[in-house]
């Protein structure tokens, strides 16, 4: 059973900071990316940023320079450093992993989501 726990999300003032972790249990056969998608209310679910196993990040537009996404293999946990917050970042973070089975397919994994919410 794959387990996606998030923590780290909760209210901060515009400008501030917050890490997100994602700690994820289980046996996956082969990970081919890590990372965070969120979703605000009425909005579609979005990249915010993701990290190969190659590590690699790739990041939206709209968190450029803002987001610093690493892993730790060992932990095998996953961080999301969010600076200089805006309201728009308000949303249910999610974390996420890419993964294939035995078989080669693709296949998604979810955490439950943390909200983070950024006041003006």
């Known amino acids: 059973q794959v387990q996606l726990v998030e923590s780290g999300g909760g209210l901060v003032q515009a400008g501030g900071s917050l890490r997100l972790s994602c700690a994820v249990s289980?046996?996956?056969?082969?990970?081919?990316?890590m990372g965070w998608y969120r979703q605000a209310p009425g909005k579609q679910r979005e990249l915010v940023a993701t990290?190969?196993?190659?590590?690699?990040?790739t990041y939206a537009d709209s968190v450029k320079g803002r987001a610093s996404i690493s892993k730790d293999n060992i932990k095998n946990t996953v961080y999301l450093q969010m600076n200089s917050l805006k309201p728009d970042d308000t949303a249910i973070y999610y974390c996420?992993?890419?993964?294939?089975?035995?078989?080669?397919?693709?296949?998604?994994?979810w955490g439950q989501g943390t909200q983070v919410t950024v006041s003006s």
């Open positions: 996420n992993v890419k993964s294939r089975d035995s078989d080669w397919r693709e296949i998604d994994f």
């Open positions: 289980g046996t996956i056969f082969s990970i081919n990316a």
């Open positions: 990290i190969t196993t190659a590590t690699v990040p």
